[in-house]
C-alpha cells in the first residue's frame, strides 16, 4: 500500500508529536525519580541505615 503524500505528512506530523510528547513525559519522570532518589537518600547528620541480618 502507497501512502499519498499528504498521508505521509500526517503520518510525520503524528510521529513528531508523539516523540515530544514522550520526551515530555521522560523529563518528568526523571524528575520525580531525582526527587525520590533524594527524599531516601541519607541526611548528613543521620548514619546510613545498615540492613538487619
Known sequence: MQ???EQLLEEYRDT???L???RRRLAA???ENASL???LA???D???S???S
Open 37 to 39: 532518589r533524594a527524599q
Open 20 to 22: 515530544h510528547l514522550t
Open 29 to 31: 519522570l526523571e524528575a
Open 3 to 5: 501512502m499519498t503524500p
Open 46 to 48: 543521620e548514619p546510613a
Open 42 to 44: 541519607p541526611k548528613p
Open 50 to 52: 545498615s540492613p538487619e
Open 16 to 18: 513528531v508529536l508523539e
